[in-house]
Every structure is written in C-alpha cells, then in structure tokens.
C-alpha cells in the first residue's frame, strides 16, 4: 500500500550474514523478498567467486525485479560495497582508522 511504513527484514531476503558477507537491505519489501536480495549477494559471492561490489551490482541489475530497493553489504575483508536502483538511498560508513563517508545519490 503506498504511503506503508514498516519493517519486519527477513532473514534470507532483507537482511543476511554468513562467513562471506552481511548484507542490509531497504526499500519496497515485497520486491526484496522475491529476490531474496540479501542471501544472493552472498551466494553469487561464493558460487560465482565475484567480489563484494561486483556481486551487490550483479543482484541489483539482475536478481531485483520490479520494485525499488537498495542494499549495503560487508565483507569478511571489511569492505563495504552498497547498491540501489532508486534515485538515491541513505548510507553512511565509518571505520577504524577514520574513514567517514555519508551520501544519499550516486
């Protein structure tokens, strides 16, 4: 329903953490779980050997249907990779040595 707010991720489809990755998702849910966009990331990193960045893309262009979402995944290397295919979507991320970066488009 348009103007719907809430959130209850599923563990599979809008939220997922293995040995691999941790992937965050938002957006329309019903798109999401269709996809299971979180579990993918890690599984086209593992049976496709693609990296965290080439794997977020890969879901997002190939895996998301017709809906609008985004995500945010962590590897086990701690890179941090996000993807969306929305106008924008908020994201930040901070680490130990003082990297700070915040955006909402591109």
Avoid at 18 to 38: D, K, N, P
């Amino acid at each position: 329903m348009s103007g719907r707010i809430g959130d209850s991720p599923l563990i599979g489809a809008g939220t997922y953490a293995c040995e691999v990755c941790g992937v965050s998702c938002t957006g329309e849910g019903e798109a999401i779980i269709r996809g299971t966009l979180a579990r993918e990331v890690a599984a086209v990193m593992e049976y496709k050997g693609l990296g965290l960045q080439e794997a977020v893309d890969f879901v997002i262009k190939h895996r998301l249907d017709e809906g609008f979402a985004g995500l945010i995944a962590v590897s086990n290397k701690g890179e941090v990779a996000y993807g969306f295919n929305c106008n924008g979507m908020f994201r930040g991320c901070a680490t130990e040595n003082g990297f700070m970066e915040v955006g909402i488009w591109e």
